[in-house]
């Protein structure tokens, strides 16, 4: 899209009612479940691993962990998940994901 019509879509924002914005913000936030989201990026990194310590395309599998694959680098001999320096690589309770996203995006606190 080109920038020109890109701000006549943001001005048209304004001339929308209430009901329309927020058809608008449900189409536009395209919420998946945080089980979707894993399966997506685990099924990006089986298509085409990449180590990241290293950028190595040479791995091999190493077993299981939590039930996630892993994978071991030839070259760096690291190990690692899809998840490996990642944002998500280190975050526990996946089933919890989509609950800590809404109250981020929310400002709220668990207080």
Not at 41 to 58: L, N, R, T, Y
Not at 69 to 83: A, G, I, V
């Amino acid at each position: 899209m080109q920038s020109q019509q890109f701000q006549e879509v943001l001005n048209a924002i304004s001339l929308l009612t209430n009901q329309q914005k927020n058809i608008l913000l449900n189409a536009l936030s395209d919420r998946h479940s945080p089980s979707d989201i894993a399966v997506s990026i685990e099924e990006g990194f089986i298509k085409a691993p990449i180590c990241p310590h290293c950028g190595s395309e040479d791995l091999q599998r190493w077993g299981i962990r939590n039930q996630r694959q892993r994978f071991r680098c030839k070259d760096c001999h690291k190990t690692l998940n899809s998840f490996s320096k990642t944002p998500l690589a280190r975050l526990r309770h996946p089933e919890k994901w989509s609950s800590y996203l809404e109250g981020m995006t929310h400002s709220l606190t668990s207080h």
